[in-house]
């Protein structure tokens, strides 16, 4: 019966070619002005951070990653961004906690206070990347701007364009994005061929990408010792070190509720923002300056030299990394999870690696990330695919998917690292 009602339901009609040709210029505007705003803020924060961390300490004679230095940065870090959830006009948005890359539309009038809060937070230190605040702010411009410009177009139309915009410009490709969208589609009820409903998203992210490509060439490949064919032994390691990040992740995802329930009973941002930025001024003093910031240029530091640091060490940055994540995510810090939780999964690669020379480095750099990122984002393709960005070997996918298999029986359905509003975990 099953089969038989199988073949009486025709497929969904192909959307012709006239309804899409006008999604273009849209898609590529929308797309450009994403990874500008990304670019910009980028640039914005890295000024800063150069004042912060290099000109003001070279200045007062102070170590610039000395112990003392790294707790003053990171507390006035957090009393800048405490003043600007309290004072500017709307609070910066809402909790970070409760936001993921769907992000919600916010009114125009909370953009600047966003803005202002992540690039605070990008040179001040604290391990959250820009991609939620960021997406939440090119989601709210675009859906401004569109209903002016062409008030007939959906409003789901330049959610999903702004979204595929700046996942394209902050992996500076457009394959994320595509499998992102892929995957939540996958969970709704559409109409018509995949590729109809991916096309404008798909233009959106490629303007993105290419724009941030031309103007800021990124790569995520780490340039590790070079990956040849797997072995038995290849296999082994990455089912195991795949499964112990993605064990690693959830120890923080459910550490998350309590943590976050912690900072806010002190209820209010000039209390639990400074709070953070001294638990997390120690915490790099003990996991030392390459525990700071977002952590992609610091995972480049540590993959130049995989035998420069012993398993210990490796160890220490991996849990401090982890910590400070989880320490920034709950106490007010504006920003996303992603690009920490590629520092905590390389670090705890590099371990393995540390431990058993005969684990190759890039193996247990991708597994390690790709374990981490299933348990932080719940992602599957974003997850395969930055693994598999960072190390840049074809040969390498196979394993990644195969050792996604266990990591991923170990995080579904369970808590995720988001909260509700009322503080209970997303599931």
């Known amino acids: 019966m099953a089969q038989d009602n199988a073949r009486q339901t025709p497929p969904a009609p192909a959307t012709p070619a006239r309804a899409l040709l006008p999604l273009i210029l849209p898609s590529l505007a929308v797309g450009v002005l994403a990874s500008l705003l990304l670019l910009l803020v980028s640039w914005v924060a890295g000024l800063l951070q150069d004042v912060l961390w290099q000109n003001l300490p070279d200045a007062l004679g102070v170590g610039r990653y000395s112990v003392l230095w790294m707790l003053v940065v990171l507390t006035t870090t957090g009393i800048l961004v405490g003043l600007v959830v309290w004072k500017v006009p709307g609070h910066a948005g809402p909790d970070p906690a409760t936001m993921g890359l769907d992000a919600r539309v916010l009114p125009p009038a909370v953009l600047p206070g966003l803005l202002l809060a992540t690039a605070l937070m990008l040179a001040g230190g604290p391990s959250l990347g820009p991609e939620n605040p960021i997406i939440a702010v090119n989601v709210g411009l675009a859906l401004w701007l569109g209903r002016r410009f062409l008030p007939r177009a959906p409003g789901a139309l330049w959610v999903v364009l702004a979204e595929a915009g700046t996942i394209g410009a902050l992996f500076g490709t457009p394959v994320a994005a595509a499998l992102l969208i892929s995957e939540a589609l996958a ?35 780490l340039h590790l010792p070079p990956f040849g064919h797997p072995g038995w032994d290849d296999l082994l390691a990455s089912l195991v070190i795949a499964s112990v990040a993605a064990v690693l992740g959830m120890c923080a995802v459910y550490a998350f509720p309590y943590v976050h329930g912690a900072f806010g009973r002190l209820r209010h941002p000039m209390l639990a923002l400074p709070a953070g930025g001294v638990v997390l001024g120690l915490l790099a003093a003990v996991g030392g300056h390459l525990t700071l910031f977002k952590g992609l240029d610091e995972v480049g530091e540590l993959a130049a030299d995989p035998d420069g640091w012993s398993a210990g060490q490796f160890a220490t940055m991996t849990v401090v990394k982890l910590a400070a994540l989880l320490v920034a995510a709950s106490c007010g810090f504006r920003g996303g999870r992603i690009f920490p939780a590629v520092f905590v999964g390389s670090a705890l690669g590099l371990t393995a690696h540390a431990l058993v020379p005969g684990v190759h480095p890039a193996v247990g750099v991708a597994t390690g990330v790709l374990g981490v990122l299933l348990a932080i984002t719940r992602q599957g393709w974003l997850s395969l695919f930055v693994a598999a960005a960072l190390v840049a070997s074809p040969s390498i996918i196979a394993l990644l998917c195969i050792a996604s298999l266990p990591a991923w029986l170990l995080v579904t359905g369970r808590p995720q690292m988001q909260l509700h509003d009322d503080g209970t975990a997303v599931r």
Do not use: H, I, K
């Open 187 to 221: 969970g709704r009820q559409t109409e018509g061929p995949l590729w109809d409903n991916v096309f404008a998203p798909l233009v959106a992210a490629a303007a993105g990408s290419m724009t941030t490509t031309l103007v800021d060439e990124p790569t995520f490949d």
